[in-house]
């Protein structure tokens, strides 16, 4: 007998990294975990596989796009109105567009994500909570899965459920109505949210410019001051030298008229005494 397997223990739908020790790899994996309020990483190897194949097809596609074959626009159409339909690119894309896909666009549009940009929640991680709990529903339905991914229609239908308490607008738990994080702007990608933030940024990199000018300049003048600084140690003992030959030479020069004068004073003396004796 050929045993398939039993159907409670299915098989792993995604594939994990070839070498488990990456370091840059795992930073990237970390900044994802904390940004969409992922459980653990295998979400995320999840959605690169579900990428990993997307790419696969349109690479395949490429490949055939000169040949005359009517199954092969046919495919095309299918792969881009997929995407399309669950807003992971825009219309009137083309395959080389999903080869440009990143892991973002795939985790953008899950659930737990959609409900916290949409005010649901204060955090991912609450809105993770909230979906798990039975408190998030599209269009009147509980759904309890947090990588649900949602589709154009569906995202306007996401809301607290019929049954749930956190319908009224008094709940502690429930965010205010003001509620709009720049997070959630910034994973939106709203222009005028990018444009506001870049008009600010024009203007300290002038001033930073007007400090670095200055001390470069400040940098300089020690600069010059360690350049004479050697100057002058060279010089000095060049001079000492120069004043200690000029002791000895007046050393020698006073000993040898030391010597001189010894030599006469001798002769000096007998010609006082025969003064003397006279």
Known sequence: ??????????????????HPWQEQRIHSENELVRKYGLKNKKEIWKAETALRK????ARELLAKVD???????KEINQLLTHLTRYNILPLNSTLDDVLALETEAILARRL??????????NTPKQARQLIVSGHIAIADERITIPSYRI???????????????LNDASHPARPSTDFKSKLSKKMLGDESKTEDVKKPKQFPPKKKEQKDGKKQKQTKKPVEEKKKEPTTEKK?????KKRKENVKKDEESKKEKDSSSEQKKPAEKPEKKEKEGK
């Open 1 to 18: 007998m050929i045993i398939m397997g039993k159907p409670k223990f299915s098989r792993k739908k995604y594939d994990t990294p070839s």
């Open 54 to 57: 997307y790419r696969g097809q």
């Open 67 to 73: 040949s005359d074959d009517s199954q092969e626009k």
């Open 112 to 121: 737990q994500t959609l409900t916290y940009l949409k005010g649901l929640a």
């Open 151 to 165: 589709s154009k229609k569906e995202e306007n239908d996401i809301g607290y459920a019929p049954d749930s308490p």
């Open 236 to 240: 000095k003992p060049v001079e000492e």
